[in-house]
């Protein structure tokens, strides 16, 4: 069982992936699940645009996508993570590159874990759990 990290058609952010690996452990743990396979693939707009058409009739583009896999309470899933679209988003929210993979990267786990963001209250729901994850970083020596 174990996260992997790859990346497709970007340069591979500068992410400490040992570290990371433990922050989203105790973001499972903390929501009462266990972890299973991850795995994480960062890419560009163009391959998350044509994985939201070819798997979700989507078309548009996105800054992640969670193929959910879990059983019961184990979480397991690939998650696609568009770097361009994160970028982007960072500008838009006055934030750093590094906060907003962060927040993207757990994002993703909070969906494996159970929550969702379809709905105004989901959608609080979501922001407040990744705000309470963003926060533990530091504790896994990973600084914003």
Request: proline share 1%; with cysteine.
């Amino acid at each position: 069982m174990s996260i992997t990290f790859e990346a497709e058609g970007v340069q591979f952010p500068k992410i400490k992936e040992a570290q990371l690996s433990k922050w989203i452990n105790s973001v499972v743990e903390k929501h009462d699940k266990k972890r299973g396979e991850i795995a994480y693939l960062f890419c560009d707009d163009e391959k998350i645009l044509e994985t939201n058409r070819d798997f979700l009739q989507h078309d548009f583009y996105t800054d992640i996508i969670t193929f959910d896999y879990s059983e019961g309470d184990t979480v397991s899933g690939d998650i696609l993570i568009s770097l361009d679209t994160v970028k982007s988003n960072s500008q838009s929210y006055q934030t750093t590159f590094e906060e907003e993979l962060h927040r993207v990267i757990i994002h993703g786990i909070l969906h494996l874990c159970g929550l969702n963001d379809h709905t105004p209250e989901e959608e609080r729901m979501m922001r407040s759990a990744e705000n309470d994850a963003l926060k533990t970083l530091r504790d896994f020596d990973i600084v914003l």
